[in-house]
């Protein structure tokens, strides 16, 4: 099999939109057994190998998509066209992809599913290689036993696809830039994110997993900071919705000391709006909201972590007065949060099939038209990609060839859309280069 692994490159990519190609099937061959002393050899034409596949594999070493921004398009190999004394031809090597795991692969034209590689989902064929065509040992008959005629080899199938990178976690973190959402991954599990004290210090989603002794552990996920507008584009937090898409809860981090002037509570809205508008589905998720900075509480007025309190909990939403730096609330917290992923359905996030390409035909719905000719009389022309394709594989000069364009002509209706124009028995028939004289 041929393996594609691009270049390693230091940048991180979650989205990507690539062309893919399979494998044409080989042609059939047309060939006549040719030996001294056997005047009359049989039709000894070999089949056409089958093109190559165009297959997608998780590869557990990879966590972005930025190889492909280096590379576009993935052809596999085509099959081999048939020789003459029954020779096969070679079929095309697979063609090989490795993406991370969590990557979603979507048509880009419609956006529909073709497949989610995640749980499980390790190896999907996302487009067929073409069967190879049967040479012409295949269609001697007895009353056609020199036939002249080959079946060519399935098309390839292509398709422009986009692939969106959805992580793999449970929890999710969400909050404004500067909150603390860094310092608390990197305090509550094994994970090094950059950490200072300026917006959008976290470029890229990071991950990190939550070692309970109990063993009950979980995986958070921090993307950059989202602000007000990012549903619709602006700031990085829009680029890395995405990935908190599969997570099952939301811990909401917010700044309680109000360091940088903002109302928490204020943001605390207006990120539930931002999740709201990116995707409903996050506006129903258990939300667990962490007050973070209250070491640096200093005011004597009212407590803006009682003043949250008194906000949310009547709505559902548990407030715990933390400290990422010191570590206070902490413990209390990720037990809590433990005890709601228990409480939730097992199964996981996917993001079902809506479209299988193998499934279609790329022959089935293309147009042709079917008219009175003005410029000849008694004249009917019949055009389009459709005709133009069957003409292309069919020898009219063979037996069965011409057998096929008989009943394709009836099958596809072309020949009740010519009575329907009115064409009569004599008139003529024009198929670009081809003309014949219809009759019942």
């Known amino acids: 099999m041929a393996v594609l692994a691009g270049r390693s490159v230091f940048m991180f990519a979650d989205q990507v939109k690539i062309y893919i190609r399979s494998g044409k099937g080989g042609d059939g061959h047309v060939g006549f057994r040719r030996e001294l002393f056997v005047p009359a050899g049989g039709p000894n034409g070999g089949d056409g190998g089958k093109g190559g596949d165009v297959i997608f594999v998780v590869d557990e070493g990879l966590n972005t998509l930025s190889d492909f921004r280096h590379m576009k398009k993935y052809c596999a190999p085509n099959g081999e066209d048939g020789g003459k004394n029954r020779c096969h031809g070679a079929d095309g090597e697979d063609l090989i992809i490795k993406v991370p795991e969590g990557t979603v692969i979507r048509d880009a034209e419609s956006g529909r599913v073709i497949a989610d590689m995640s749980h499980g989902n390790k190896r999907v064929t996302v487009l067929k290689g073409g069967r190879g065509g049967k040479g012409n040992q295949h269609y001697a008959t007895a009353t056609m036993q020199a036939p ?80 007000e507008g990012a549903s619709e584009g602006v700031g990085l937090g829009f680029e890395f ?112 099939q809506e ?15 079917v008219e009175k000719s003005e410029e000849e009389e008694n004249t009917y022309v019949v055009e389009g990609p459709k005709i133009e394709r069957m003409l292309g594989y069919t020898n009219l000069d063979s037996e069965k060839g011409f057998q096929f364009f008989q009943n394709f002509l009836k099958t596809t209706g072309i020949l009740d859309e010519l009575e329907a124009a009115g064409i009569q028995e004599g008139d003529t028939v024009r198929m670009y280069g081809l003309k014949f004289d219809y009759y019942k």
């Open 241 to 352: 919705l995405r990935h908190i898409e599969r997570t099952k809860v939301m811990i909401h981090i917010v700044d309680a000391a109000s360091v940088e002037g903002r109302d928490p509570i204020d943001d605390i809205y207006k990120i539930n709006e931002e999740l709201k508008a990116y995707n409903p589905r996050m506006a129903t998720l258990p939300q667990v909201i962490a007050a973070n900075k209250t070491d640096v509480i200093y005011s004597e007025d009212e407590d803006p972590v009682e003043r949250i309190r008194a906000e949310f909990e009547p709505q559902g939403m548990k407030v715990f007065s933390i400290s990422a730096v010191s570590g206070k609330g902490l413990k209390e917290l990720l037990y809590y949060v433990r005890e709601l992923l228990d409480a939730l359905p097992k199964e996981a996030v996917v993001f079902e």
């Open 148 to 227: 002249k005629y080959a079946q060519p080899g399935q098309r390839a199938m292509e398709l422009v696809v986009t692939l969106e990178l959805k992580v793999i976690a449970d929890v999710g973190l969400v909050g404004f830039p500067n909150v603390g959402k860094s310092t608390f991954l990197s305090r509550v599990t094994n994970a090094r994110p950059k950490i200072a004290n300026y917006h959008f210090t976290t470029l890229n989603p990071n991950l990190g997993v939550v070692d309970l002794p109990d063993g009950r552990g979980f995986v958070i996920a921090d993307i950059p900071g989202i602000i």
């Open 355 to 369: 479209y299988d390409p193998n499934e279609y035909n790329p022959n089935d719905n293309l147009p042709y038209t």
